[in-house]
């Protein structure tokens, strides 16, 4: 880093300062707009969700805090603290306490490399290290001022910057595009299901065959429907670690259940007559917050279960296990509709027993499954590779701006001058100044 030089960012700003401390009346029109730290986004403000201020409001903050065009906006409160942008409005505006306004001198530090490095994971790590605070953590401005940036020449400090800039919006367009995989993949399996229980999946095999149609049915006429129910949990021998499984709702997001987080004792069992249900066996959920009511798994270890879930034992003589399973998860949305109460619907035994299935022969039944697995295998070989290649583009941006700050990013050029000689002239300009002239630093 030939021709670098640290020094604290009191030195090198002409203001260190933040929004108001008192959150004055906002609205959602007004005069002038009034920005906190939800509108401090990686890309820049965020305006989508904007509250005003009137116009005293705005001039009592702005005495303080002058925002301009091109200033640096940076969190200094609450979880997204170290999250610093560039202002890109031409307009004035009011700031809350929690987001730090920084106005770099220009002759000294480029804005974009300031926010840069105050985005880098090392100054992160060390700004939030120092964090204060019960309820709410968050910097002090002191903290902020007596943080020491490394200052590289000017013009290298434009090409680091230009250099950012350009990679890290191929890094972004990489995120937003790997973003739009998961829910096509989402929807594949989706189509994948009502094809599978429509009969367009294998329209083709069942033309060569001399199979009788489809028909439908009502899950208590090819399984046993029961459920389950919570021992006394005032009863601390009902409860162990190494007991009989016992499982709730919470775990129908799993395909299968191969562990359970709660045991029962053989007390429990006895006490509230708790059925163990085979391997094999399909839980259907019946209760349970958001979009636990209708889940479906299957256990793969025998269980009890609680009262939230619907253990469907289905007999293989009548249908494949595996295609009801496809065909309760194909109409998820179906089962849900079906539940009844206030604030929170449920599902009942009822319910569950009558609910209808479609029922092709079994032997296309079997086929159904097979292709199904095919497909299923092939989106989860391709969501593998999706989340490999999200790690990677999330250790990018970290890796680039380390390696920016090291000086590793563009090349160096000897003609530059050196930091040194701009601190220096900095310097000789402020002793330069008369006291009563400079400009004070906010408190």
Same mark, same amino acid.
């Given at each position: ?16 300062? *933040? ?25 820049? =403000?965020?305006?989508? *969700? ?32 170290? =999250? ?58 002191? &903290?902020?001022? +007596? $943080? ?16 950012? *800039? ?6 972004? !367009? ?34 060569? &065959?001399?199979?009788?149609?489809? #028909?439908?049915?009502?899950? %208590? ?28 709702? +919470? ?15 053989? $007390?429990?069992?006895? $006490?509230?007559?708790? @059925? ?18 209708? %889940? ?11 009262? $939230? ?34 604030? &929170?619907?449920?599902?009942?035994? !009822? @319910?569950? @027993? ?25 989106? /989860?070989?391709?969501? !593998?590779?999706? %989340?490999?290649? #999200? ?20 090349? &160096? *050029?000897?003609? /530059? ?10 310097? %000789? ?6 006291? @009563? ?7």
């Amino acid at each position: 880093m030939s021709g670098w030089q640290k020094a604290p960012l009191s030195s090198v700003c002409s203001l260190v300062t *933040d929004g108001t401390h008192h959150s004055p009346p906002n609205h959602s029109i007004g005069a002038y707009r009034y920005v906190t730290a939800k509108n401090i986004r990686p890309w820049g =403000l965020d305006l989508s *969700d904007m509250s005003f201020v009137d116009e005293a409001t705005h001039r009592d903050i702005y005495s303080r805090c002058p925002v301009e065009f091109g200033d640096v906006l940076y969190i200094k409160d609450g979880v997204t603290t170290g =999250l610093a942008a560039i202002n890109t409005l031409h307009e004035p505006f009011s700031l809350l306490s929690s987001v730090a306004l920084l106005k770099p001198i220009r002759e000294v530090l480029h804005p974009s490399y300031l926010k840069h490095w105050l985005n880098s994971p090392e100054t992160k790590r060390e700004m939030t290290s120092g964090m204060t605070g019960t309820a709410i953590k968050r910097l002090v401005l002191k &903290q902020i001022r +007596a $943080a020491e940036i490394p200052i590289a020449p000017l013009s290298e400090q434009q090409r680091i910057a230009d250099k950012l *800039d350009t990679v890290l919006a191929r890094v972004d !367009a990489v995120n937003d595009r790997l973003a739009r995989v998961a829910p096509m993949l989402k929807r594949f399996r989706q189509s994948v299901l009502a094809a599978a229980t429509s009969g367009r999946l294998t329209a083709d095999w069942r033309a060569a &065959q001399t199979q009788a149609s489809w #028909q439908s049915t009502e899950v %208590q006429n090819i399984a046993s429907v029961g459920t389950g129910s919570t021992p006394l949990r005032s009863n601390p021998s009902y409860f162990c670690k190494n007991g009989t499984p016992w499982v709730t709702s +919470a775990a129908t997001c799993e395909d299968v259940v191969r562990h359970a987080v709660e045991h029962v004792t053989d $007390a429990a069992i006895a $006490a509230h007559r708790l @059925k163990i249900y085979p391997s094999g066996t399909l839980l259907v959920a019946m209760y349970g917050e958001g979009k636990t009511r209708g %889940q479906v798994t299957e256990l793969g270890i025998p269980a009890a279960i609680n009262q $939230a879930c619907a253990a469907v034992v289905v007999d293989e003589t009548k249908m494949v296990r595996s295609f009801v399973k496809l065909a309760l998860q194909a109409n998820y949305l179906e089962m849900r509709v079906l539940a009844e109460g206030g604030n &929170q619907p449920n599902l009942n035994l !009822a @319910k569950v @027993k009558g609910f209808s299935l479609p029922m092709p022969p079994l032997d296309e039944q079997t086929e159904i499954v097979r292709r199904v697995d095919l497909l299923f295998a092939f989106a /989860d070989r391709l969501e !593998a590779r999706l %989340q490999a290649a #999200q790690a990677a583009a999330s250790r990018h941006t970290p890796a680039l701006l380390a390696k920016a700050f090291r000086g590793e990013l563009v090349p &160096q *050029d000897p003609n /530059d001058e050196p930091a040194s000689e701009l601190l220096r002239r900095l310097t %000789q300009a402020k002793s330069a100044t008369p006291t @009563k002239g400079r400009k004070r630093q906010a408190a």
